[in-house]
Nanobody
Framework: QVHLVESGGGLVQAGGSLRLSCAASGHTFSSYPMGWFRQAPGKEREFVAAVSVSGGSTYYTDSVKGRFTISRDNAKKAVYLQMNSLKPEDTAVYYC????????????????WGQGTQVTVSS
């Protein structure tokens, strides 16, 4: 497993932006896909975005397409989630995940998780 630490969460008004970061430890960061999930109060953790090993392919859940951008920097062992045009319904704890097997949109596919960072969007 790889150790993941998220940062960058906070309180923002609707329409604003935040950039989440996830720092990874270990020597094999550049060998596996990375992803972001989120969990709102009382709801299940849901897939947000994923990025391929090279960063050349990205995947998003429909509700964030056109607003969120996932990227990675293998030299820095980091993955990012740029979130623009934020909405109150984006409020959740955001989790970074690494090294999926199978359906990357499901939580069961991911091997390592960070502790999460809170994002709150006020209306």
């Amino acid at each position: 497993q790889v150790h993941l630490v998220e940062s960058g969460g906070g309180l923002v008004q609707a329409g604003g932006s935040l950039r989440l970061s996830c720092a990874a430890s270990g020597h094999t960061f550049s060998s596996y896909p990375m992803g972001w999930f989120r969990q709102a109060p009382g709801k299940e953790r849901e897939f947000v975005a994923a990025v391929s090993v090279s960063g050349g392919s990205t995947y998003y859940t429909d509700s964030v397409k056109g607003r969120f951008t996932i990227s990675r920097d293998n030299a820095k062992k980091a993955v990012y989630l740029q979130m623009n045009s934020l909405k109150p319904e984006d409020t959740a704890v955001y989790y970074c995940a690494a090294d999926p097997e199978g359906d990357y949109t499901t939580t069961n596919a991911w091997d390592s998780w960070g502790q999460g960072t809170q994002v709150t969007v006020s209306s």
